[in-house]
């Protein structure tokens, strides 16, 4: 999505409650974190909660079937040193982990069997996985 596509698409929410979001001490200059609420399919309104995660700030949007998570640096630069979340249950959720160095990662939940890797490029910086509920930690 180009930028302007992204500007047009978080000016047009409707009745939103936009908060900018300060990375590194600057304000990003068209982007907001949306915190009063998503609308599903439906219409409905889902929660939106802040989150913390060790050196991480995010969102959780709590949907019926599954949840969304995002996890931020607040000072936007990348690093290698792993991340521990907590996905909160009982329903699956997608969660995307940014500002991390590009390679190969590997996303393990605490106490459960397997792992899986998840690959970061270096032009995303981020890492998207699909997980249960549970402790995880996301490590080179």
């Keep these: 999505m180009s930028e302007t596509a992204a500007k047009r698409k978080a000016n047009s929410c409707e ?3 936009r908060h900018p979001v300060a990375r590194g001490g600057k304000p ?5 974190l949306q915190l009063s609420g998503s609308s599903g399919e439906n219409g409905a309104r889902w929660p939106v909660s802040k989150l913390e995660a060790e050196g991480r700030t995010g969102c959780l949007i709590t949907g019926p079937a599954s949840s969304w ?4 640096r607040p000072d936007g630069t990348r690093s290698d040193r792993e991340v521990r979340l907590q996905v909160p249950g009982p329903n699956p959720c ?3 982990v940014t500002d991390l160095t590009p390679g190969r990662w590997r996303a393990e ?5 397997g792992t899986f890797d998840v ?4 032009e995303a910086g981020a890492a998207w996985l699909e997980a249960e509920a549970g402790a995880w930690t996301l490590r080179r």
């Design 119 to 122: 690959e970061v490029t270096a």
């Design 28 to 32: 990003f200059p068209s982007y907001g």
């Design 109 to 113: 939940r605490v106490g459960a069997a």
């Design 69 to 72: 998570l995002v996890l931020l």
């Design 15 to 17: 009745g939103a409650s």
């Design 94 to 96: 997608r969660a995307l």
